[in-house]
């Protein structure tokens, strides 16, 4: 995991927060009024946006991260070379960043299944003073592995 701030990220890693960012207008949660986005960076450059949706049957919540990948893939998209989250409050800000969920976690996984490649996620705080970059595995160590090899790409 490295630690940083917005202003120190790659230039294509500024982008996918900013349109993370952008998108988060989008986010619904009036349950918890918590509000995420996610931006993922195709292989071929593009950049997909998507957003959490809550459900009063919080079974059933959509994640930003789910989202974004299924997005992504609709449009024909599937080789996913990094994914940018950020979260925000109705009232104040996450002052952490904001990472995946347990289930999320597994879900990206696959990514690297389909790519062959370690996915980036890159998680923002609200204000982007502090932000997190982390492989999928560095986030899930031991996937659930029917399919996965379990080994860690160094």
Not at 71 to 87: E, H, M, V
Not at 99 to 108: A, D, E, H, K
Request: net charge positive; with cysteine; aromatic share 10%.
């Amino acid at each position: 995991m490295k630690t940083t701030n917005y202003k120190d990220l790659p230039q294509i890693h500024k982008k996918m927060v900013k349109k993370a960012e952008e998108a988060l207008k989008y986010a619904y949660n009036p349950y918890s009024k918590s509000y995420v986005a996610a931006a993922a960076l195709t292989t071929g450059g593009k950049i997909i946006t998507a957003t959490n949706f809550a459900n009063a049957s919080t079974s059933v919540n959509l994640c930003a991260e789910r989202s974004v990948i299924a997005t992504a893939n609709a449009q024909g998209s599937r080789k996913i070379k990094a994914i940018a989250l950020i979260g925000a409050k109705e009232k104040g800000q996450f002052k952490e960043p904001i990472t995946p969920c347990g289930i999320c976690r597994q879900f990206l996984f696959e990514i690297n299944r389909i790519t062959g490649e370690e996915l980036i996620v890159i998680c923002s705080n609200t204000k982007k003073d502090k932000i997190y970059t982390f492989t999928i595995h560095e986030l899930l160590p031991y996937p659930y592995s029917r399919y996965h090899k379990i080994d860690k790409k160094k």
